[in-house]
């Protein structure tokens, strides 16, 4: 700690501030393909099925009637906790077959309801229903961004998992990380987003998935991870530490082949936006745009690197011109991670304000 009193023209005493080095985080740089596998808490609402009963052509959705909206999350029936797709299917039925009205607990927007729903019975399926389509989870190939070896803590992604059809975010209630090998590369184009194609295994890559924000899902791993392409622990860069020009991004492209290719960043915003999204980069290594086009799904939370620090983390690719895409700030991953505390700490030139 460093007492610092700022006087006007040197005679004036304006204001005591304290200052706070803040030494850098550093660790080990990512890359590593990573297959995504998420649970919610309780059952997302994705749509309505209406039930068609004999004679009528249009079919009637009970929970629509009594105000089930998608994006609501199914936390239980009758009080008894639900946790997938088919366990709400089963309940509904075995419940209706003694109750004429069942209670749904439903989460909407983190605030807890009730709904009275009276099932219908459907004789197409033999069982009776309530007019909802749902889903449980969530699944993909996306990259890890970094690992401290100390906490064994990670970051991944750099953006929020939501739902595919309601684009709510993924309420967790269990979820986990497990190394992927990318199998094949579906190109990018100006209009159409690329893919990698990968398969999931359990090895050391293992890890739990505690949180899932705007800035990505972060967690703990269970083993050890290592970089072969930077074998030392690295520096995580400060927001203002970013400069527009050259640096590199980690990926893979291959099996579990970590790669750096040649990227630009062309603008650092004064502040990130509310989505996390804080600079933009463009591709410019000829080799990975005549492999995949530009940036493609798989590649969010691949590691930005830039004069030897952890910059930031790929997040979103510009539809309109895939070769240009956004990036997330690598100190606001460590927040999240709780790595790095900045609350009440304002950075100026490599130091910190202590306000």
């Known amino acids: 700690m460093i007492n610092l009193d700022l006087r006007l023209f040197g005679v004036v005493p304006i204001k005591r501030v304290t200052l706070q080095v803040v030494p850098p985080v550093k660790v080990i740089a990512g890359g590593h393909s990573i297959g995504v596998l998420l649970h919610a808490q309780g059952v997302i609402v994705v749509g309505y099925a209406n039930i068609h009963e004999a004679g009528d052509s249009v079919g009637f959705s009970p929970a629509r009637h009594a ?135 359990g090895d050391g890559t293992t890890g739990s998935i505690e949180k899932n924000t705007v800035y990505g899902i972060f967690g703990r791993m269970k083993g050890s991870l290592s970089n072969p392409l930077f074998t030392k622990l690295m520096p995580v860069a400060m927001g203002h530490q970013i400069k527009k020009g050259k640096a590199k991004m980690l990926t893979v492209l291959k099996g579990e082949k970590i790669e750096a290719f040649d990227v630009e960043i062309q603008n650092v915003f004064s502040q990130p936006r509310p989505d996390g999204k804080a600079f933009i980069i463009k591709i410019t290594d000829p080799e990975l745009l005549n492999r995949t086009g530009g940036i493609i799904q798989g590649m969010s939370g691949s590691p930005i690197i830039q004069n030897g620090r952890l910059v930031g983390a790929v997040t979103h690719v510009f539809i309109n011109d895939p070769t240009r895409g956004y990036g997330v700030l690598a100190e606001s991953m460590l927040e999240e991670a709780g790595l790095l505390s900045a609350k009440g700490l304002r950075k100026v030139s490599g130091l910190s304000l202590l306000l």
């Open 67 to 201: 105000g089930i909206l998608p994006g609501d999350v199914i936390v239980s029936i009758e009080e008894k906790v639900v946790q997938s797709d088919s366990q709400v299917s089963f309940l509904i039925d075995q419940l209706a077959r003694k109750k004429d009205v069942l209670r749904f607990q439903v989460k909407r927007n983190g605030t807890l309801q009730e709904y009275r729903i009276k099932p219908i019975y459907c004789s197409e399926t033999k069982r009776y229903r309530v007019g909802l389509y749902v889903r449980d989870g969530a699944a993909g190939v996306g990259t890890l961004t970094f690992y401290e070896p100390n906490t064994k803590k990670y970051g991944a992604l750099g953006h929020v998992i939501t739902n595919s059809e309601t684009n709510k975010f993924l309420d967790l209630h269990d979820g986990k990380i497990v190394g992927a090998s990318v199998q094949g590369i579906q190109k990018g184009e100006r209009g159409k987003i690329g893919e990698k194609i990968g398969v999931f295994f």
